[in-house]
Each structure stands twice: as structure tokens, then as C-alpha cells.
């Protein structure tokens, strides 16, 4: 039985997310994110990665890239929280989702995007509605830029 399911999600009100069909412990691989393997040449000729943030890109190493956007990989309907039960972890050329604590049963599975904070953050609004929540999707190193109050509060609330 697979850890996840694919249902509408409660942090993205238009679109889907993944959510728990069990109860999962902390560092249980829950998902490979799958993509196809690109050269950084390809992704820099490439208009794609262009406009917006490469949400779906991962580097693998110093040579490829990984582009998620590609209908067959699931896991990229896992949505950004900032108080996410899962990381992205690289293990050669593959990335696994592994959850970071224990996540129940019909909770939606989510990730930190490591968005860096730039001029046009404010283009993602985060509505993960968590504890943590900073407002937009930012990753947990470059919050406290948005609000002084997560430059202590970083782990304590995890
Ligand atoms: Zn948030």
C-alpha cells in the first residue's frame, strides 16, 4: 500500500495535494520525485525556467539538473508548507521525499519549496495556515526577512 493518496487540497484551494494514508514515522521515503535528468546547459538555453520560479527544478549535482514538471511525477502535487513533514532529500541522481516527524494518517503531505527571498516574493503567497506561516513561500533559512519573529522561533516550532 502506498504511503500517499492524491486528493484535493486544503492548502492550495485550486488544486491537488498528497495526503497520508497512514501513519508514517520520521524518515520514511515516501515518494521518489521523478523528472527527467537535464544538463545546467540544457536548463540555461531552456525558456522554460525562464519566467517564474524553477519550482519543479532540482540540482542534482554540478552537471544535471532534474525537471519535474512532467505529468508522471507525483510528487510534484506535494505542496509548499512552512511547517512541512517532508524534505527533498538527493541520494545520487534520485530525490526522495522523507518525511522529517511523524505524520498521521489523512494529513497532507508538504514540503519546504527553498524559495530564496527576493524582489518579487510576494508573488507566492503561502496560505499553509500553519503556526510557522510567514505569509509567503519562503524557505524556513530566509524567513525572518519577511517578519523578525522567525529568526528564533526557526526550530523550536517544528
Ligand atoms: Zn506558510
Known amino acids: 500500500m502506498k504511503f500517499y493518496k492524491i486528493k484535493k487540497s486544503?492548502?492550495?484551494?485550486?488544486?491537488?495535494g498528497l495526503y497520508a494514508t497512514k501513519n508514517?514515522?520520521?524518515?520514511?521515503?515516501?515518494?521518489?520525485?521523478?523528472?527527467?535528468?537535464?544538463?545546467?546547459?540544457?536548463?540555461?538555453?531552456?525558456?522554460?525556467?525562464?519566467?517564474?520560479?524553477?519550482?519543479?527544478?532540482?540540482?542534482?549535482?554540478?552537471?544535471?539538473?532534474?525537471?519535474?514538471?512532467?505529468?508522471?511525477?507525483?510528487?510534484?502535487?506535494?505542496?509548499?508548507?512552512?511547517?512541512?513533514?517532508?524534505?527533498?532529500?538527493g541520494q545520487g541522481l534520485k530525490i526522495w521525499v522523507v518525511s522529517n516527524k511523524k505524520i498521521k494518517k489523512g494529513e497532507e503531505i508538504t514540503?519546504?519549496?527553498?524559495?530564496?527571498?527576493?524582489?518579487?516574493y510576494r508573488q507566492f503567497p503561502c496560505k499553509c495556515k500553519s503556526i510557522n506561516c510567514c505569509g509567503y513561500i519562503i524557505r524556513t533559512e530566509s524567513r525572518w526577512r519577511i517578519n523578525k519573529k522567525f529568526k528564533k522561533s526557526i526550530k523550536i516550532n517544528r
Open 111 to 120: 514540503c519546504d519549496y527553498g524559495f530564496g527571498y527576493d524582489s518579487d
Open 10 to 16: 486544503n492548502i492550495d484551494k485550486n488544486g491537488r
Open 24 to 89: 508514517i514515522k520520521a524518515g520514511t521515503k515516501i515518494i521518489e520525485y521523478v523528472g527527467n535528468i537535464i544538463t545546467k546547459k540544457q536548463t540555461e538555453i531552456s525558456d522554460k525556467f525562464d519566467n517564474s520560479k524553477p519550482i519543479y527544478l532540482f540540482n542534482l549535482n554540478k552537471r544535471y539538473d532534474l525537471d519535474g514538471a512532467v505529468s508522471w511525477n507525483t510528487a510534484r502535487l506535494i505542496n509548499h508548507s512552512c511547517s512541512n513533514n517532508c524534505d527533498y532529500e
